[in-house]
Each structure stands twice: as C-alpha cells, then as structure tokens.
C-alpha cells in the first residue's frame, strides 16, 4: 500500500499548498510518514465525533476542509480538545490532512465543485492566482453564468437544494423576483470581498457568514447605484437592476461540497502515483454548530 508520504505528495499536487492565502496552514497535521495508507476518509471539520468516528472504522488518513489547529497554539496536552484530538489520532495511527484555502483555489476544488453543482457555465475565478504551471485558470471563488435567467428563489432554492440540510438554512437579500444570469460563488466567508464581487457586475452572489453590517452596506450600495442608474445619472443608465443579490449559506454545508469531486479524484491520483487505489470514504455528518433555528 502507499505510504502516507506519497499520498501526502498527491494531495499537495492536487490542492498545492502555495495556493494557500498567507493567514492559512493547511497540510499534514498530524501523521507517520512512512505509514501505510489503506483507507483514507472525508469530512468538513475534524471535529471529536468526526474523529471517532474516523477511528472506529479503521481510518489510516482523515482528510477534512477545515483546520484542526485555525489559530497558533503553544500546546496540544489533554488540558484542551484540539490536544486531545491530536492524541487520539496518534494513538490510533490515523492521520490528519487539511485541505482549507489551497483546495479552495485549487481546479476540481471548493469554489469550483460549488459553481458547477449549481449550474454555471462559462466559469472563471473570482479572484485569480497566477500560476503559470497550471493547466486550468485556478483561484478563489468562482464566476459564471446561468443556462437560462431564472428569478433570485428559484435559483435560491436550487442552491438550498444541493447544499446538504442544516438547521442554519439558507438566506436570500434582495427581490425574490428580480431575474439572475450572472453568479459569483465563494464558498467559506465571503464577506471581505464585495469590492471583488462588485467588479466582477454579476446578479447575484452566494457565500456563507454574512454579517449585518457588510451585508447591510452591500445591499444598500446596490441599490443606490440602481437608483442613480434608473434616473441616468452614471454608466448603464436607465438601468434599475440591484446587483449584487445576495445568497447566504452554512459554512460547512457549501465547502462540504468539494468532497463530490475529492472523492473521486484522491484514489484516482494515489492510483496513478503509486499503483495502489485506497479506499475512500465522505463522512457526511452534519457539522454545522447550530441544531435549532426558531423563526
């Protein structure tokens, strides 16, 4: 069987980590590198149960989006859960691989699985790397098109609909029935970059933790801007569309998503690597934090 070294070297090929933003640390976690691995699974967070669970069914490599360690530590003892986890992997020989904003960036990763499972065509990065060793325009976020324009909740609901189900649910600001062509998707937090967006002249854009504030000043720039189009005063006059709309959705549900095409593509290159193929396995439990929403 492959070695957790050669594995670790396939997924760093995949989702290289140079596409990391320069605040993110993904890569090896935890592991032996010299280990076989036999069965690697996927999971949003590396939460407890996620691990466990990991542990239970024999897992030689845990592959999650989100970090185990998001902020610096100076310690990993029994004191603490992180320092617990990281025990309970090495006691158990599995190890732990973390995939957050290279795999977001990456061709076949987090922004573009979004994108596609949506329905757009014609994609393109919202926010472009140069990599000129890249066969595929590569960065973070995407933007498309649509097929056909449908209405803001029609497209709202396709994208409830593909989203694995959390209590959070999914958002919508703006007309329910102003029509949508254009979609900028960044799956993770994406409200540091409206100014993109905004660029970008798409409809509508769908992200996840959108706070009041940058929302609530997004919304109300656009529609000022239609208005002021509407009465001829600036470019595209005569123009009153509200752009961007603006779709938000649970963190994890979006990024989770990436795991259709990871799936599929890790054993496929292990394969091609080593001439082993590992099994595979996406733990979709449901990691989104919140297990009530009263409306």
Known sequence: MPMLKQVVDVLETLYPLRYAESWDHPGLIVGDLSAPVRRIE???????????????????????????????????????????????LSQAGCAL???HTNADAAYRGTGMAAADL??????????????????HPVG???VGSLPEPMTLEAFARRVADVLPHTEL?????????????????????????????????????????LRHHPATDAIEQARYEAAMRGRGIGLGSGDTAIRPLLINTPHSAIESLWFHYALEDVPQAVEQATGERPQVYWNRMNTDPWTLSIR
Request: net charge negative.
């Open 140 to 142: 973070l976020g995407r």
């Open 169 to 209: 649910g999914v958002q919508v600001c703006g007309p329910l029935d102003a029509t949508v062509r254009t979609v900028a998707v960044l799956p993770g937090s994406g409200d540091s970059l409206f100014d993109e967006v905004r660029a970008a002249g798409v409809d509508v854009y769908v992200t996840s933790d």
């Open 97 to 99: 691989w973390v995939g």
């Open 42 to 88: 996927f999971a949003a967070d590396p939460t407890m149960e996620v691990v466990r669970q990991a542990i239970e069914r024999g897992t030689d490599l845990l592959v999650c989006h989100h970090p185990l360690l998001f902020r610096s530590v100076h310690e990993v003892s029994g004191l603490g859960v992180h320092g617990d986890i990281v025990r309970r």
């Open 118 to 135: 949506f329905g757009l065509v014609g994609q393109r990065p919202l926010v472009p790397i140069d990599d000129p060793t890249a066969v």
